[in-house]
């Protein structure tokens, strides 16, 4: 069976989104039995030749993919969390707000963000990926457009509320679409990179406030509402140019070849991915989310880093400014911190994808990140609270990928890794609520002690405490699997049946010992 280049038309059915990962005509899955591979493209040749192969497609995969995936997320981000950088070029007295009504602003963002992201998903899953993501990219635009037009406290505030809204579905989106692309110990690396784009946009989105900051009272706007304005003018431009630049699933991607196609389809099958399965959807996948435990563990770890992370990125402009720096020192002050923890991001994604340590990986990160915030919390010189930033946004930035490679590596099912990933960054946004309100005008003077000692104690007891924890539960189920003691869960069913069950199973029907201690590996 050869894999088709192109769907035939006029047949009146409409493929699903697991029918174009499989790269299979529709109907023709069930002629394939449960874990058969589709034909071998490279039957023939050595191992050392198939290698070469295999590495080719991958740095093929990388430039078509990453790159432009990675401007998304950093243009993303930047939007979200520029409203730091207007802050201090006049935001609040232009508009005439309270610093309780700047941080209502902040909130209301986070608040359509987390409640529409798992219907983004659903979304992301009957739309194409070239068409969803231009279009959500087009309209956050214009409403960052139109935030540089707003006159008070209601227009922010409506303005913030949709482009959460239009936000929603990027980051799970895109981290879903990469799941369809790499094999589970290249996800995590590939996750890195794309997340370091936040840390990029921090660091760029300081030296653009300071340039944008210079137009003040140009065309009767002052800076801030240049710095929207700019900023969601080119958020449009690059939403269109993404209808050409962001392709589709496998088996559609025009810049591979009917043979790559087939590669790329092998190496999902062959990493026993669900995303290489044919799977309909069933309430049964969304209620096996919601009883497993490991998705609400996950979701507070995540909360543990997405809440400093908005924290962070949301007042470290005003934070160095409160050490006595003036507005424009403080936007390029903000830039080396960022720059140093996509640094590492990408460091800890290549170590946890080489050691399938994820967990450890968290938890190495989060001390840094508390020792940081214990620097700021009891320092007295503003260049030590300078250093707490640094290691601050070294623990926060890189358990945010790792944290999302973890759950997703250790979730299997299309549906049921879609519904795990929704509860667990949704639940982590929501507490940009939190974030958005603990650092206060009033407490200017004391060093923003209160909102420290908040970052502190959720890195403390989320971060490092929940990573601890399901690493050690992930230890004693890994102990029971291998002793045999989930077997009565396969007992007396098909091997389709076993393969539905997911992560639940015991994987008793892998290829080899090897690959049976990866899955096995990889849940630590």
């Known amino acids: 069976m050869s894999l088709p280049e192109k769907r035939e038309s006029g047949s009146g059915h409409s493929p699903s989104d697991d029918e174009k990962i499989d790269g299979i005509r529709p109907g023709e899955f069930e002629t394939l039995r449960h874990g058969e591979l589709p034909p071998d493209p490279d039957v023939g040749l050595s191992e050392e030749e198939k290698a070469k192969f295999d590495r080719r497609l991958l740095w093929k995969l990388d430039l078509r993919l990453i790159p432009w995936l990675c401007l998304l997320y950093l243009i993303s981000f930047l939007d979200r969390t520029n409203i730091g950088n207007a802050r201090l070029i006049h935001l609040e007295d232009t508009l005439n707000i309270t610093g309780g009504q700047y941080n209502a602003a902040l909130s209301v963002f986070f608040v359509s963000y987390a409640l529409a992201e798992p219907l983004t998903n659903i979304l992301l899953k009957r739309l194409r990926p070239s068409v969803f993501i231009p279009a959500i990219m087009i309209l956050w635009g214009i409403v960052m457009t139109t935030m540089g037009l707003v006159h008070n406290f209601q227009g922010l505030m409506a303005a913030r509320f949709f482009l959460g809204l239009a936000e929603a579905g990027l980051f799970p989106g895109i981290n879903y679409y990469l799941s369809c692309w790499y094999k ?58 993404s209808f050409w630049m962001v392709f589709d699933f496998p088996d559609e991607a025009t810049f591979l070849s009917d043979t790559d196609r087939q590669r790329v389809i092998r190496r999902l099958k062959a990493d026993q991915q669900s995303s290489a399965e044919h799977e309909e959807f069933r ?18 770890i995540y909360m543990g880093c997405d809440g400093p992370l908005y924290a962070l990125s949301l007042f470290l402009p005003t934070i160095i400014n409160g050490l006595g720096y003036k507005a424009t020192e403080a936007q390029l002050l903000s830039v080396p911190p960022y720059a140093a923890a996509a640094i590492l991001t990408i460091t800890i994604g290549y170590v946890a994808d080489r050691t399938h340590q994820r967990g450890l990986c ?73 974030s958005s309100n603990i650092y206060q005008k009033r407490d200017q003077k004391s060093g923003y002690k209160p909102g420290h000692g908040v970052v502190f104690s959720y890195l403390v007891l989320f971060l490092l405490g929940g990573s601890a924890l399901q690493y050690v539960l992930l230890k004693k189920e890994n102990a029971r699997r291998r002793a045999g003691k989930l077997d009565q869960l396969i007992a007396g069913k098909s091997e389709k049946e076993i393969e539905l069950l997911g992560d639940v199973r015991q994987v008793l029907h892998t290829e080899s010992y090897k690959r049976r201690q990866h899955w096995i590996q990889d849940t630590d």
């Not at 406030?209 to 958020?235: P, S, V, Y």
């Open 184 to 241: 589970r110990d290249e996800f995590g690396i590939r996750a890195a990179i794309f997340f370091s784009a936040a840390a990029v946009s921090g660091s760029f989105g300081g030296l653009l406030a300071a340039a944008i900051g210079n137009m003040d009272h140009i065309g009767g706007k002052r800076g801030w509402a240049w710095i929207f304005i700019l900023e969601g003018l080119a958020t449009v431009l690059i939403g269109v140019a």
């Open 283 to 300: 309430i049964a996948y969304f209620w096996a989310s919601v009883k497993d435990w490991k998705t609400w563990l996950y979701a507070v």
């Open 362 to 434: 968290n938890m190495a990160a989060s001390i840094l990140g508390l020792v940081g915030f214990a620097m700021l919390l009891s320092a007295k010189s503003p260049a030590v609270e300078y250093a707490g930033t640094f290691l601050g946004a070294l623990g926060i930035y890189p358990c945010i990928a790792n944290t999302i490679t973890w759950a997703s590596n250790n979730t299997e099912g299309v549906y049921k890794r879609g519904v795990t990933l929704g509860f667990v960054i949704g639940w982590g946004n929501l507490n940009g609520v939190v």
